[in-house]
Each structure stands twice: as C-alpha cells, then as structure tokens.
C-alpha cells in the first residue's frame, strides 16, 4: 500500500520524541542566562570557550525544530479531520492566543515585573503569527504552499542587501519581517516593542514543516528514503553556502587559531533573524534525526516524549522555574537578588547588571540544568495525562 493517512492517530512518536529532545535542551542556555559567571556572548569565537559554544550551539536547536514541527503537527490534524475550516480557525485563533501569551505572561516570567509598556517580541510571537499566515494559505494546493515556504527560507537574506531610511513609513514593517533583531518600535512614546525575532524566515519555516507532515503518511521505506535524501541535501546545501562565504549568513566564518575554533567559526550561524544556513544545518540534522527517533522505543523513548507532548505548557513553567531558582540562590549567597528583576532580563543585558563575583562555571550549570528537567518531569506527565483525560476541553488544545 503507497499510502496510509493516519485518520485515527494523529501524535507521531518520532515527531514527540524529537520535540522532547528540544525541550530538555531548552533550560540549559536559560540556565546559563541567568546563572552562568561568564561575562561573554557564547557565539563570540574571539572569548568563547569550546564548552560555552557548545552549549549555546545545542539551545539553537529549539526554535527551528519547534516551528517545523508545529507546520507537521498541524498537517496530520488536518489529515484527521479532513477540515481545513476548522483547522485554519484553530490556527489563527491559537496565533492570536500565542502572541498575546507572549506579550503577558511570558514576557513577565522572564522580566520578574509587570512593566507592559515594553514588550519583547521573541520566538512565540513569531509562532502565533505564523501560524495566522499559515491558516491563510492552507486552502492553496500543497504546491503553492511548498513554493512560498521555499522562497522564504531561501530568498530572505536577499533582504540583508535592503537598507530603508530609518525614518520612512514602512521601516517598521521592514523590522518586523526581517530586522534587525534587537530593533525597537516606539507607539504612542510610552510603548516599545524589541523585535527579538522578526517574521519571515519562520513563517517560511512553518510552511515547510506543514508539507514535511506528508511524508508521515507514507509508509516507513519510503519516508525513510525521503529523510535521508532531504536531511543529506540540506546539510550539503548548508556547507556550500559557508564555503562560498557570501549569500545565506551575514556573519562570515573565517580561519581561527586551530581548528576546532575554526570549525566553530564555520557552523556559527545567525539566528536573529535565522539566517539560510543556520536553517538548512539545524533543520537537516533533525530531519536525519527523525530516521533514528523512528525505532528508539522504551523507557527512554517514553521520557523524552512526556515533555514532547506539552511543550508550551513546560515552557511558560520552565522559564518561571529557572527565573525564580537565580533569585533563590542569589539570595542564599548575596542576601539580594535585584539583578534579576526587570526589563533587562529580557533584551540580553542581565550580564551587566551581575555583581561582581556572581554566577557559576558550565560544571554547576549543567548540574542545574539536570535538576531542573527532573525535577519538571512529573509536572509533564500529570499535564500529558490530564489533556488526554479531558479532551472535551477543547481550550486544552491551546496548551
């Protein structure tokens, strides 16, 4: 049989187990955020250290991956209700729901306020507006949604060579599609909005992910084969674009002092906004990651999963937790915890405000980091039980 739409089963283990994988990585870099004692940007070749890079380097896995697969999940839903009104309705009623998560309740667990007139605008609100478009174009045949989602990925750094007068009626358009990260938008003088991550590339990443789900209506050979010959295109199209150093990364990669920091130079993409290479190497990896998920079962399989099927849910947790565990500590250890509250927290200045002395070496974050997951793990599995349990509440959905 060539094809068996999975009508009755729409959660793919693979796909769970991939997200799971990114949601266990996920509270390490804001672990380090918030705790490390390194005064440095992780990606900065020139005072990194292997172990910082790194640990940023597997962070970057998240947002690419979770996007993807919200277009693939989306697909098989779509395949099990044979309705694309209802789907595209769920899609931008839960954009929507998403964008004003992140520009409440999230912003404020990271921040520690409750300061509304300014709003960091980072992966969530670029989720929930792609997913607003999405619900637009899922009445195109899946041709036309493959080809909008190519030319995005593919053509978006064409944008890089566009330089608007700062000062002109569609600049902030311009920002919030493309760039760049970090640019504020001022309404009424007394709201901004950072643009941490700009639209264009993730919805064209979206789009991509929401045709990828057809595969999971191939039977295993062959979507099998097509992982392979995808993933493998995608990592090759990732090493020519860095070869040629031109089109695709604004950040060129250059010969360091050996060659580990060399091979760091070279696989250190952009990421705001998410630049073509950045995406082909990230996304090719877990798509060749996908053919291995396939057969891992058991125990371990079963863990990764728990926190694969309630991902938003354990990030709003996860955030609060590792926020409010730095004030614990710097309160065990400083008597005060001032750096840790405030807009800062959220536009990547925390470093500057660290006294003198404070955070911990990769050994202690790590260690964190471990506890954390374990200790959210129970969390993850009363919440996975608790939605199949009460699937009649249709808001768990949003969840």
């Known amino acids: ?127 929930g507006f792609s997913m607003i478009f999405l619900s637009v174009i899922i009445y195109l045949p899946y041709f036309w949604i493959f080809s909008i989602g190519i030319i995005i990925v593919a053509g978006h750094n064409l944008l890089d060579y566009v330089h608007l007068n700062t000062t002109g009626p569609f600049t902030w358009l311009f920002q919030v599609l493309h760039g760049p990260a970090e640019t504020q938008i001022h309404f009424f003088k007394k709201l901004t909005f950072q643009i941490e991550d700009p639209l264009l590339p993730w919805i064209g990443v979206m789009s991509l992910g929401y045709i990828f789900g057809k595969l999971y209506t191939f039977e295993w050979k062959k979507r099998r084969n097509y992982l392979w010959l995808i993933g493998l295109i995608s990592i090759t199209c990732f090493v020519i674009l860095r070869l040629m150093n031109n089109y695709g990364n604004h950040l060129p990669w250059s010969v360091q002092k050996n060659g580990l920091f060399t091979f760091m130079s070279f696989i250190n993409c952009e990421k705001y906004p998410p630049s073509l290479a950045f995406l082909l190497m990230y996304l090719g990896i877990a798509i060749l990651s996908l053919i291995l998920l396939e057969k891992i079962t058991g125990k371990i399989a079963d863990f990764f999963i728990t926190f694969g099927k309630v991902p938003l849910a354990y990030y709003v947790v996860h955030v609060f937790y590792v926020h409010l565990i730095a004030v614990i500590l710097a309160l065990i250890t400083y008597g005060q915890a001032s750096w840790l509250f405030g807009n800062h927290c959220l536009i990547g200045g925390i470093t500057d405000k660290f006294p003198q002395g404070y955070g911990y070496g990769l050994p202690i974050i790590y260690l964190i980091w471990f506890f954390v997951v374990i200790t959210l793990y129970p969390f993850c599995k009363w919440y996975g039980n608790f939605k199949l349990k009460h699937k009649n509440i249709k808001f768990l959905r949003y969840i």
Request: hydrophobic letters at 50%.
């Open 1 to 127: 049989m060539e094809e068996t739409i999975p009508h009755k089963k729409t959660r793919i283990k693979s796909i769970d187990f991939l997200r799971g994988i990114v949601m266990i990585l996920m509270p390490l870099d804001h672990i380090r955020d918030f705790m490390s004692n390194s005064l440095y940007s992780p990606t900065n070749i020139s005072h990194t250290t292997v172990g910082l890079f790194f640990t940023r380097y597997l962070a970057n896995y998240c947002a690419p991956i979770f996007i993807f697969l919200a277009g693939t999940s989306m697909y098989l839903w779509h395949q099990k209700i044979q309705s694309t009104k209802k789907v595209s309705a769920f899609l931008f009623s839960r954009g929507l729901f998403l964008i004003l998560l992140e520009l409440t309740i999230i912003r404020t667990v990271w921040a520690f306020n409750f300061d509304l007139n300014f709003e960091l605008c980072q992966i969530f609100w670029a989720i």
